[in-house]
């Protein structure tokens, strides 16, 4: 029999954010289980398989390094938007990520904030009013690679939000 999962398309999740927040790190963390000292600058697209992904879907993970706009964009299915929670969050840039291309190709997203090993704080009283503007925002995360908090919520997250949308982009009377 046809099982809904065999109708659900690939899962694909690309990280984007500010130099140095920590993208790279979360991606090799969660595959190896570790945080990795050293870096390189933009991780292989790593794809998850199918069987290991608690949805059931197979999950690439595309990193991304640069300060040109990423076009590869267009091809993912989630973004995730990376911060460090030890930075003042620059809304300016903030803003510039999220309407640059998640909005603008109507993808869900995700605000991450890495490096929480780092603070004692939460983010999230500067994160609320953002995550209150744009209704693209599916969820938001505090994580660290470093000591491995949340790193594989979050890719859960985003799975879910390519699988299971909640946001109103997917209100039947906004989708033609
Ligand atoms: P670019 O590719 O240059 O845009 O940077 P990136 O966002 O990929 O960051 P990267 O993973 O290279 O990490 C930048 C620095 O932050 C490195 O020195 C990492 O070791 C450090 N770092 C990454 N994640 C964490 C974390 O969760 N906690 C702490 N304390 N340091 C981290
Ligand atoms: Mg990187």
């Known amino acids: 029999p046809l099982r809904a999962t065999d109708m659900k398309k690939d ?13 790279t790190s979360l991606i090799m963390s969660l595959v190896s289980e570790e945080f990795p000292e050293e870096v390189p600058p933009r991780a292989e697209e790593i794809t998850i398989p199918a069987d290991v992904t608690p949805e059931r879907v197979p999950t690439h993970i595309v990193d991304y390094s640069g300060n040109k706009c990423p076009l590869v964009g267009k091809s993912a299915n989630v973004i995730c938007i990376v911060y460090a929670v030890n ?5 300016m840039s903030f803003t510039f990520l999220i309407t640059m291309f998640p909005v603008y190709f109507r993808l869900p997203l995700i605000l991450v904030g890495n490096k929480s090993d780092l603070v004692e704080y939460s983010s999230m009283e500067t994160i609320l009013p953002i995550m209150n503007q744009y209704t693209e925002i599916e969820t938001c995360v505090e994580c660290s690679a470093k000591n491995l908090k949340n790193i594989s919520e979050l890719f859960y997250y985003a799975q879910k939000a390519v699988l299971h949308p909640t946001g109103p982009l997917y209100c039947p009377e906004e989708k033609e």
């Open 11 to 23: 899962v694909r999740i690309l990280l984007v954010g500010e130099p140095r927040v920590g993208k």
């Open 87 to 91: 930075n003042n969050i620059n809304l």
